[in-house]
C-alpha cells in the first residue's frame, strides 16, 4: 500500500509533544472521547461493549499512542493499521464514521488540553488522523470488494 502523507517533521513534533501533555489525564480524556462521541453519535452506541467501556478505552490510549510514537516510521505500522481497518470493516465501521470519531477526537483534544491548543496542533493531528483513516478505510474496502 502507498501512502502519501502530509504530515510535516514540525507536525510530528506538535503531535508527539501534544500527546505527551495528555498521558497524564489519559483515563480522563478517553472518557471524555466517548462521552463526546456518543453525545453527537448516539447512533455509534450499539457498536461498543458498553459493559466494558473501560478496557475500550484503554485499547484506544494504547493504540493512539502506539501511532503516535511511530509517525516518523508510519511505514512500520500499516500493516497493523490495516488489519485494524479490515476488523472495523467487519464490526459494520462504515466509512462516515470515521470522519465522526475524528470529530470526537480533536474535541477531546482541545477540552485536554486546554489553553495549549492552538491551530498548529490542530492541523497536526488532523493531518495525523486522516493518514490513520485513509489507511484504514483503503483496508476496510479492499476486505469488503474481496469478500463480495
Do not use: C
Not at 455509534?44 to 484506544?60: E, Y
Not at 493499521?81 to 464490526?91: E, F, N, T, V
Not at 459494520?92 to 470515521?98: A, I, L, P, S
Not at 483513516?133 to 476496510?140: C, D, H, N, R, S
Amino acid at each position: 500500500m502507498n501512502i502519501e502523507t502530509n504530515l510535516t517533521s514540525v507536525q510530528i513534533t506538535l503531535v508527539k509533544q501534544s500527546w505527551a501533555k495528555v498521558l497524564p489525564i489519559a483515563d480522563i480524556a478517553s472518557g471524555l472521547f466517548y462521552d463526546r462521541l456518543f453525545e453527537l453519535h448516539p447512533e455509534l452506541r450499539p457498536m461498543f461493549n458498553l459493559n466494558n467501556l473501560s478496557s475500550q478505552r484503554k485499547k484506544l490510549v494504547k493504540a493512539i499512542s502506539m501511532v503516535v510514537m511511530s509517525l516518523e516510521r508510519i511505514e512500520t505500522l500499516i500493516p497493523t493499521i490495516s488489519d485494524l481497518g479490515k476488523r472495523h470493516q467487519a464490526w459494520g465501521v462504515e466509512e462516515q464514521h470515521y470522519e465522526q470519531v475524528g470529530e470526537a477526537l480533536l474535541w477531546t483534544l482541545e477540552t485536554g488540553l486546554g489553553e495549549d491548543w492552538n491551530e498548529a496542533i490542530k492541523a497536526a493531528w488532523s493531518n495525523a488522523y486522516l493518514l490513520l483513516a485513509g489507511v484504514m478505510i483503503e483496508a476496510a474496502r479492499q476486505a469488503a470488494s474481496n469478500a463480495a
